[in-house]
């Protein structure tokens, strides 16, 4: 049973476009939500995080937006650029201590300069 | 050291042979955890270390695989009579604490296992 979905293996976007990953999960008592990047041969790295007492974190040109009805979260990176090409994979857990992370399955982006 | 370094790299082995895999977290780094990434899937956790301690093994497929920690530092998953379900890539992270949740951890590069 995935508990976390990505349901979009990969996405195509031109340079300086909007890049738009999408995630649902199924678990209403996850509180925190993460996002991961991950290049080819190298460990996933931590990207940004959202909790649950909000709707939206921004860093940068890395925006998190939160529908906790929907149970759905959503990466927007604006502008694309090239060296965004990578795996991004969602995560949740829930509690502020916790240690374990349901990961999604990935959804691949290619930014196409 | 300046990150979570795993070894090997890449590892291709026979059925039924017995496999380390290695896991060097970073300095100071009291939580360590390992995941592996089958094809197709998403990150699956496997064992929880604070410390030498490993507070929740819940993830670990079978009685084939086992890890341990010595020292607050280096960990080994050991995997034995390897089957073809197990080629996966193991990845091995640490953190200073188990929390915030929010802050998330360092991933080593993993180890791409393959059981032929």
């Known amino acids: 049973d995935q508990q976390v979905k990505q349901n979009s293996p990969s996405l195509s976007v031109q340079e300086g476009r909007i890049s738009i990953l999408n995630c649902d999960y199924t678990?209403?008592?996850?509180?925190?939500f993460l996002w991961y990047k991950k290049y080819p041969a190298e460990g996933p790295t931590f990207l940004i995080s959202i909790s649950s007492i909000k709707d939206k974190n921004e860093d940068g040109r890395f925006t998190v937006f939160l529908n906790k009805s929907a149970k759905h979260l959503s990466l927007h990176i604006v502008p694309s650029q090239p060296g965004d090409s990578a795996v991004y994979f969602c995560a949740a857990t829930e509690g502020s201590g916790t240690y374990k992370y349901i990961f999604g399955t990935g959804t691949r982006l290619k930014v196409l300069a | 050291g300046a990150g979570v370094s795993q070894s090997p790299s890449n590892k291709v082995t026979e059925k039924g042979k017995d496999v380390e895999l290695r896991c060097d977290p970073i300095s100071g780094h009291t939580a360590l955890y390992w995941y592996r990434q089958s094809l197709g899937q998403g990150l699956e956790f496997l064992i929880y270390?604070?410390?030498?301690?490993?507070?929740?093994k819940s993830g670990l497929p079978s009685d084939r695989f086992s890890a341990e920690r010595t020292g607050g530092s280096v960990s080994t998953l050991t995997i034995q009579r390897t089957q073809q379900e197990d080629s996966a890539v193991y990845l091995c992270?640490?953190?200073?604490?188990?929390?915030?949740?929010?802050?998330?951890?360092?991933f080593g590069s993993g180890t791409r296992l393959t059981v032929v």
């Open positions: 678990n209403s008592m996850f509180d925190y």
């Open positions: 270390f604070q410390g030498n301690s490993a507070p929740d």
């Open positions: 992270a640490s953190s200073l604490a188990p929390g915030p949740a929010n802050y998330g951890y360092t």
